[in-house]
């Protein structure tokens, strides 16, 4: 069900092809929880991490779970590479082709420079975000959670809340829960979101009440300050009366809807601390342990795929 050689956004996949990553999510979160190691299916396979913006969670995962698969797994320091002598990325990723990785995982600031490389390599590219395009892995990871938390991927009705207009998140999200024919919202200041919003089929308000009610599941957003390039907030304090999700405001969704952050979390501003750490309600920590079984699913079916296409 999975034979595409690269994961460069949620866009072109089918719904069973997300299907079929999810399903092998599920099997090695299970299998994580229950202790027992996972097949090496990666062994002898080089797996390269580029990461040209700073990253924790992301990167940390998909280095744990190359490993965990038993890849061999290099993280290069972009900051100190030749881009720094005026090495143009193109030429990086012939170098790093020329060296014949199996598995090139790469984060940018620009949207559309992952396509880029994945169109001079020979090698299966994974892009763990570019610019404000997509972050697929991360919606992967969201729509296991929700899954998991709600026994269903369709039909939910889900609030996505904060910073649109500068999220890859709520892009790759907004298209994975369309495709899986769930009734979506976003939720924000005009001055966040995009103005093609309206066009997306989707409902727009900035309203958290409104956008809120009835809600099986609110996703907040980070305000991503390093993509802004002027005052979109009068204040942050401003910001989180209106915006940030506390219990008043949650109130108005199911008593059974989840809270979710794709982190990191700015508690005050964007959620309230208390509810952030809500045993009951938030899945945050959990969105962490799905991103995991997430990638590793991802980089299997990857490797997978280029097995089958290369014995035909």
């Given amino acids: 069900m999975f034979t595409r ?48 913006e700073n990253s924790t969670r992301t990167q940390a995962s998909f280095e744990i779970a190359g490993k965990r698969l038993g890849a061999d797994v290099m993280s290069m320091a972009m ?27 790469v984060r940018h600031p620009h949207a559309g420079a992952v ?7 020979t090698c299966a590219v ?14 992967l990871l969201d729509a296991l959670t929700i899954r998991r938390a709600k026994g269903r991927l369709h039909r939910l009705t889900v609030a996505i809340c904060g ?15 369309g495709k899986m024919e769930n009734r979506v919202r976003l939720v924000g200041p005009p001055t966040l979101m995009p103005p093609e919003a309206a066009a997306l089929g989707v409902e727009v308000t900035d309203d958290m009440a409104a956008g809120l009610k009835d809600a099986d599941v609110v996703m907040m957003l980070r305000l991503q300050r390093e993509r802004m390039d002027g005052a979109f907030i009068p ?15 949650l109130a108005h969704a199911k008593p059974d809807a989840i809270v979710m952050h794709p982190g990191p979390m700015n508690r005050g501003v964007e959620i309230d601390g208390v509810l952030a ?29 280029r097995r089958e296409a290369a014995s035909i």
């Fill in 5 to 52: 050689p690269h994961l460069l956004g949620i866009e072109p996949l089918h719904p069973l092809e997300i299907t079929a990553l999810l399903d092998r999510a599920q099997h090695y979160a299970e299998g994580a929880r229950a202790g027992i190691r996972p097949e090496p299916v990666l062994a002898g396979l080089t797996q390269v991490n580029m990461f040209f």
């Fill in 277 to 305: 750490d809500d045993i009951n309600r938030s899945v945050i920590q959990e969105q962490v342990e799905m991103g995991v079984a997430v990638r590793m699913a991802a980089m299997d079916l990857l490797a997978a795929a």
């Fill in 79 to 105: 900051q100190a590479s030749s881009l720094t002598k005026g090495e143009t990325l193109i030429d990086t990723a012939l170098t790093l082709n020329a060296m014949r990785p199996d598995l090139l995982v």
């Fill in 115 to 121: 396509n880029l490389l994945a169109e001079k390599v």
């Fill in 126 to 139: 994974l892009n763990a975000g570019d610019g404000r395009h997509e972050h697929p892995t991360q919606a």
């Fill in 163 to 177: 910073d649109i207009a500068h999220s890859r998140v709520a892009r790759s999200n907004l298209i994975l829960l």
């Fill in 235 to 249: 204040s942050e304090r401003e910001y989180y009366h209106r915006f940030g999700l506390d219990a008043a405001k």
